[in-house]
């Protein structure tokens, strides 16, 4: 069910809060592996810590490393549980990881920052805070901008053995299929049939059953009831109410019915107009 929308509440001007509008900001793209980790931190989370070092060569940009914390690995070491730390010298036996999980990500990765201008661009970080979802006004969100884009960088990760664990990893989860063959290990008590065998014997049990003559009143009368309450049959039907087999019903129904060979009752039987007898409208009404 769709809710209407509002379009003069939806593009109505808003107030929006430039006070931070001054603030120097970075503009870093990180890793998906690194981002999705992000999204489940709480606000106020650490979620790693960044390294920079002067560089002794004159005119040569600093070297930026930063190093992610394992999100999950804070959460069970603030919970007060023991972790489980996933090193580089135990992955000789690793288990797959089922496809659609996050492989495990190492405690810590290293990335290094490569820096670049912003050049003549004006960018700026905006924000968006959600409304109360028990409001009825569903436009009343908060606009602020954030600060201005001083330095765009890109996260690249450091190739080490922790970051050869986690590729190895994401590669198993992304080659595990989704339908595993498993070996029950007790007997199954119902075994499959076979398609086949199940057609032959229908076969064999159609063959066996012949229809039998029966005496040719009782045909009558079946024939004589069926048409009261039709006029017109096919042999098929006639077939199914009668049990008969063809060439016997035939022979019947050549004494009593005529067979139309013109539409609008075209292929089928009718009864000869001397054992007719249809109630009129008047007989119907009256009764």
């Known amino acids: 069910m769709s809710v209407p929308i509002d379009l003069e509440k939806a593009h109505a001007p808003k107030d929006v809060d430039v006070s931070a509008a001054g603030r120097g900001v970075w503009l870093v793209k990180v890793p998906k592996y690194v981002s999705q ?37 804070k959460k069970t070491i603030s919970s007060g549980q023991s972790p489980s730390v996933t090193s580089a010298s135990s992955s000789s036996a690793s288990s797959i990881v089922p496809l659609g999980q996050v492989p495990k990500v190492p405690l810590t990765q290293n990335h ?19 409304p109360d979802p028990n409001s009825s006004d569903s436009f009343s969100d908060k606009l602020c901008v954030e600060g201005k884009v001083m330095q765009r960088a890109e996260c690249h990760p450091i190739v080490d053995s922790n970051y050869r664990l986690l590729k190895r990893e994401q590669m198993q989860a992304h080659n595990t299929p989704q339908r595993q063959m498993k070996v029950v290990p007790m007997s199954v008590p119902h075994k499959p049939i076979r398609e086949r065998i199940i057609y032959n ?14 005496e040719k009143n009782k045909v009558m009368d079946v024939l004589f009831n069926a048409f009261e309450k039709h006029q017109f049959y096919n042999i098929k039907d006639l077939m199914g109410i009668t049990k008969q087999p063809v060439p016997y019903l035939k022979e019947i129904l050549k004494e009593i019915c005529n067979y139309n060979v013109t539409a609008p009752h075209k292929h089928m039987w009718e009864l000869k107009p001397e054992f007719r007898h249809y109630k009129s409208a008047d007989e119907k009404g009256s009764t």
């Open 37 to 73: 980790q992000w999204k489940t931190c709480p606000p106020g989370t650490d979620v790693g810590k960044l390294k920079i070092s002067k560089s002794k060569i004159p005119n040569k940009k600093p070297d930026i490393v930063f190093s992610t914390f394992n999100v999950s690995e």
């Open 112 to 130: 290094k920052f490569l820096v670049t201008n912003v050049g003549n661009q004006k960018l700026v970080v905006m924000s968006q805070a959600r």
């Open 201 to 214: 014997e229908d076969k064999k049990a159609k063959k066996t059953d012949k229809r039998s003559r029966a």
